[in-house]
């Protein structure tokens, strides 16, 4: 208790820890090539070099033996056969691709990384490569001055990490969450450093419990483990975008998601009945406010048993869902790992019967307590376990069900740990490895055995998976909502660098819960994040049980209308939001970006956390505060309009805009374009008349973009189902050119042109070198 009072700080208290003594590794003793792989023997230790691609290196350290180069979880390539020259003296070796030159001293043991250009990516402090009697692994690095750092996953606090200490340990959080809570939901060891407005990454896979000290010191920073090999990939950039998609081609992207996925969602810890869900679902259609998905939370289960609906609460769930489908209206329910201990329930019957829960050593079933009480937890570091948990979402699909969420997949426990025990021995696929060195990919591979069950269940439908708990490569099975965040303008502020630094870290499909889950939200805090949450990757309205209901009708008409509107606009950019998710899905670029990097030059982006860009030529600067109705807004290098006012802005300028509550200044930069749908109804969401909105411009410009649609709900696309168009667009003075530069694939959409309008001052416009208003599909 004390603690929690002044005594913390006592000067009496402090006491003199002795330093940490960590073992170099030492000098090159002998090396030689084999495969794609150099292995070095030091004097303590072993260490090879791969190079993945011209500009992918990986270097791994193991104390003992030679490194396993087979461990991870989230790599999915092997090396290329890559072309390596090589330079050797006495004090240096010297490999070189077309984009990287790796310069190894031997004595000691120390690399250093540059560019094709000569220009330092990574070098060595003083101190290298070591480790500690312990099993704790680390490398240390020299931090330049000009150094700023992003990524790190899920992590609250301010867009640029330089100063901070991160801890990677997947941790269910209820609260705080706040800049000095540093561990949460998510773990991804991987971050972009930025330096003169070049850019590398480096992701080090490590499952266990890892950090990364970027605060300790201004001449190095550091990466450590608590076990395991100090196993790391350093990516050559030179541009953010070049980071993440080489990232990315290690780790994988996210699949295309069903169109419905980026809907408004709505959801409450819990809708408790069918009748209150049928009553939620017709208030969206009267008061014709778009809705996508409702959540079902843990109530929709007898006493918490996964696979399994009350019977009283819900009598009818396929009827109920078949309903809300034909209102356009689809249900997610929640999924958690614990599996209620009751031998009369048949999950956990087959589950002890065929062996798929997470044990002992000595044989025992772990147990811990959470919602249902004692439950098991299935074991999903096995396929064979993966497969039978994906199987049983048979249950959910042929009652209609697409998507689900899964939840406490950290996995949480309610004891003082928060988790599982450490010592709990997974299989592994034949290579028993503890929780302790697991432990961060729990929620991963049950991210894995929900989507690939999904999956097969679906019969060419793309299901949808939203997740709490992940690791790197999350991306490849779902979307991330940053869990349990409180309603406090601070959390809609620390909201916008968590989702921008997810997005570097490789997921696009991120957001917060919109209005705040716990405590009560407010009418104006609801409704200025709602205008935020219409332009976040992922969009859902979720509170928690004691506080106030926060559907957007819940503060009276004034809110609800402006909420309305916003929502309704989430679903007019429809067509420009799933052909930015389209790119996610090709070059892993996130959806929502931080402005430092589509302008990584401009060092007023680099620690910019109040506004945010949607693609390449977008920028949302929203109100994140109470009462205020004007903020200062920098805009970078270009011209830009405001799109609901059309006023005109300088960049490399900052400017004061006026916003009452209705309004979110949206900048578009001049020359470029924006692609744009109409609101229906929620029972007819489909786009019929697309426009192509085009900025002109005052100075001549160049634009390029991919425009992209297919069916939104099935994988026909892989067989050419689907319209890609590549198009330039060239702003001139009195002129506007659009070229078509491929169009490509079968799909037919409801509306069979484009519509160009031009914002801005008269132009005339000409489609492939014709005058014309209409791109004929
Ligand atoms: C956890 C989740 C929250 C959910 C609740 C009940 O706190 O983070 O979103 O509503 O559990 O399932």
Known sequence: MLEDTSFAIHPGKETNGSAVVYQDIGNVMDFYKEGTAYLFTCSNGKVTIQFYTPSIVRITMNSKEWPNLNLSKSVIVTPQ????????TKELLVLKTAELVLKIRKSPFRVAIEDQNGRILVSEDKQGMAYRENGEVIAFKKMDKEDHFYGFGEKSGHLDKRGEKLEMWNTDVYAPHNPETNALYESIPYFMTLRDGKAHGIFFDNTFKTYFDMKSSEEYYSFSAEGGQLDYYVMAGPHPKHVLEQYTYLTGRMPLPPKWSLGYHQSRYSYETEAEVRELANNFIERDIPVDVIHLDIHYMNGYRVFTFDKERFPNPEKLIADLKEMGIRVVPI????????????????????DNFCKYIEGDIYYGEVWPGNSAFPDFTEERVRKWWGEKHAFYTSIGIEGIWNDMNEPAVFNETKTMDLEVMHRNDGNPTTHRELHNVYGLLMGKATYEGMKENLHGKRPFLLTRAGYAGVQRYGSVWTGDNRSFWEHLQMSLPMVMNLGLSGVPFTGPDVGGFAHDTNAELLTRWTQVGAFTPFFRNHSAIGFRYQEPWQFGEKYESIMKKYIQMRYKWMPQLYSLFYQASKNGLPVMRPLLMEYPEDAKTYNLNDQFMLGDNVIMAPILNPSVTDRAVYLPKGEWIEYTTGVSYEGENVHLVHAELEDLPIFVRKGTALLQGEWNSNQDKQTKTLTMKVYASDSEENYSFTFYDDDGETFAYENGE????????????????????????????????INVEVVGTERTVSVNGKNSHTIKL
């Open 722 to 753: 689907y319209i890609k168009l590549d198009i330039d667009i060239q702003s001139l003075k009195g002129k506007i050119n659009i070229n078509i530069v491929t169009i490509e694939g079968n799909y037919n959409p409801a509306y069979n042109e």
């Open 81 to 88: 056969a890559v072309t390596i020259g090589e330079t050797n």
């Open 335 to 354: 999924v958690d790992p614990g599996v209620k201990k009751d031998s009369e329930y048949p999950i956990y019957q087959e589950g002890v019967l065929e």
